[in-house]
């Protein structure tokens, strides 16, 4: 009788052993949430970055990437404000620098990512402007570059026009804009005689005419850098993704746009 009890009472136990079991494996294959990444980043990538983006997904599905474009100061003042987000790309070390100092970005994330060139445009069809010096001449009534207030593309226009000793020519003819991709179309339009706008901005279009690229001594150099939010809850995804975007199949798609590899920057 008793070895029967005993034997019985190991069956019990068997059993719960394995009813727990089976219920451990279905609590282990409860679906993760997938990774949203919410990326702010300088107008200037609006074009190459989504296709960035779905290169790096091909090989992440389960990934998802989100993006808000604008002037580096516009989203600046987005984030201090309390925007979510969970990565920041910009061409301005400033607007990187004061985010940092209130604690909005973590420091130790900063990456530089690529690099560009700023340049001269004008609409394809004008001949007007052949050169930076041609900015000054009489014939020429606008000139559009971005607020260098909040603007990175404008904060180097305007050191490269200090530089080249026009900025007093030609202050008077300059309209602002709140980014590099309202130079772009207000040039392409034609309501602009000229703009300064990243290389990159400029590669992407059929309308207008790069006339000069600015001598590399007379600004310094342009990198477009990431760093993660303080408060994003997908840090590994976000450093993943960071050096996903230095690495070389992201630098090909760079290069297709217009930007410069970090090894051609001096």
């Not at 050169?131 to 971005?146: E, N, Q, R, T, Y």
């Not at 279009?205 to 990431?226: C, E, L, N, Q």
Request: contains cysteine; glycine residues 8%.
């Amino acid at each position: 009788m008793m070895q029967r009890v005993r034997i019985l009472l190991l069956i019990i136990v068997l059993l719960i052993g394995v009813v727990s079991g089976c219920g451990a494996p279905g609590a282990e294959q409860k679906a993760s949430p997938a990774p949203k990444l919410m990326v702010f980043a300088g107008a200037g990538l609006k074009d190459a970055l989504p296709e960035v983006a779905n290169l790096y997904l091909q090989s992440h599905p389960g990934v998802k990437i989100s993006f808000n474009f604008a002037g580096s100061g516009t989203l600046q003042r987005q984030i201090e404000q309390g925007a979510p987000v969970d990565i920041v790309i910009f061409p301005g070390k400033k607007q990187l620098d004061a985010l940092e100092k209130k604690g909005l970005i973590d420091k130790t994330t900063r990456k530089k990512i690529l690099a560009d060139r700023l340049v001269l445009i004008t609409p394809k069809e004008s001949g007007k402007v052949q050169d930076f010096a041609d900015l000054a001449s009489p014939g020429v009534d606008k000139i559009s570059i971005g607020d260098p207030a909040i603007v990175p593309a404008g904060e180097w226009a305007k050191e490269t026009l200090v530089n080249l000793g026009l900025w007093d020519k030609v202050k008077a003819k300059l309209v602002l804009t709140k980014d590099v991709q309202q130079v772009k179309t207000y040039v392409e339009t034609g309501n602009m005689d000229a703009g300064l706008v990243w290389r990159s901005t400029a590669a992407t279009s059929s309308k207008i005419r790069i006339a000069a690229v600015a001598p590399a001594k007379v600004h310094r150099p342009i990198f477009f850098t990431g760093a993660v939010a303080s408060n994003s809850k997908e840090k590994e995804t976000d450093l993943d993704f960071l050096r996903y975007l230095a690495g070389p199949d992201a630098a090909r798609v760079f290069t297709k746009y217009g930007f410069s590899p970090l090894s051609d920057v001096k």
